[in-house]
């Protein structure tokens, strides 16, 4: 069912003009471009995982992981509704490669940022990471 849901939400998606304004007060512009070039499904749910970020007592307080939440999957590009169902049922190169080109994506601008970016889906033991997959699983 909730794939369903996903489904629905990716051809209806539209992010709130207002969540998006205040995004932009605290992105920089480089960030922000990168943020509005991203599919309205991606930018959808990375606010979703922003507002959960905001409220986790781990996470809040760590500018960062703010950042990684609403820029996370940057590098899924505008990947089709077809694609995200084939990654589903049988997996998808280009989609696995999202955290690389997001990472390719951020490098320059913050680093430590595009490294988080790079790794937001292993488990390397990092308590913040952890919950931010957990959050990220969730969103």
Known sequence: MSRIKQGLNYLFAKPKTEKVEKIKLFLTEEEYKIFIDMDNYDKVHSINVYQ?????????????????????????????????IKKVLLGDEQLDKHPKLGYEKLKKIDLKLAKL????????GDQKLKKFQEIDDRG
Not at 117 to 124: D, R, Y
């Open 117 to 124: 970016i790079l790794n937001h889906h292993k488990t390397n």
């Open 52 to 84: 959960m970020v905001r409220k986790d007592s781990l996470l809040n307080k760590d500018e960062k992981y703010l950042k990684l939440a609403l820029l996370h999957d940057c590098g899924k590009e505008k990947i089709s509704l077809f694609t995200r």
